[in-house]
C-alpha cells in the first residue's frame, strides 16, 4: 500500500495493474500483492470463498473442487429431483468433458452435477450466479427463435407463448406432456393450448401456439428458467419428432 489508501475492491486494483507475485500470510487472512508497475499492496480477505476466487484468478488456476456451495448459485434439480452442485471434475469418466442433459452440448469444466444420476447441467442452461455478480436475468433474451419453436417469456412472470413452425409437433407435445409432465431443472412447467381474447370478447385457440407456465421464485440465488432453455429443450423434442429427411446415398 504504497499509496496508503485502504481500498475494498480487488478488481479494481487488478485491472490498473498486472499482479506479479501473491502470497498469503498464513492465518491471517493477508494478502501481499506485487504489481509489475512495482506497487505493493497488501489486502486482508473479508471472507474465505471470495479471497479464494480471488487469489486463483490472480495465479490463473483452474477452480479447486472444494466448497461447491460457495461458488455460485442457482442450482437446478435433475430429472429425479436431486438438487444439483457445482462442479468441476474431470477425471475418470469426465477425462473427455460431458454432456449436458438439457441441451446435449459437449463440454469440459465447470457445470452443475448430479453426483448421484451423474446428470450434467451447462450453466448455459442454468446460469450460475457468483457471489458478488450482478443478475443475469436482466441480460436475457425474453424472446427466443429455435428451429421449430418462437419463444416469447414473460419478463417478469413465469410464463411463455410457444409458437411452433408445425402445428402438428404443439399437438403431439401437449399430449406427451399429459403422459409425462415438463419438467426442467426441477421447474415443472404446465403447457396448454394458447387461447387469446378476440375483439369481441371471446376466447379462441390459437392453432400452433401453446401457454407454457410455471412458478418462477422471486429469491435470489433459485433456479430460474430462462426462455431460451425453454426453446432449446423444446426444438430438441420436436427434432426428435419430425427427423431430418436422410438422404439415401445410393
Ligand atoms: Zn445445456
Ligand atoms: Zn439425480
Redesign the pocket.
Known sequence: MRSGRLQCSFQAAQEKCRVRSLCSARHSGMFILGAENGDLQVWQRDDAAAAARLSRRAQGLAAPPSGASSMGTGAPRCNLGHLCTWSARADGEYVRGWR?N??H?KRKGERWLCTVCKDD??F??FPIHRPGERKTAERDAQVVNGKWVQVRKHSGMGCAVVEFTDPQHRDSLLAQFVREPLVLGGIYIDVKVHMEKQADGTRAEIPGCAFAGWKQPKEEGTCKLRARTLQVYLDRLCSKNAPEPVIALD
Open positions: 449436458c438439457l441441451c452440448a447441467l451447462c448455459d442452461c
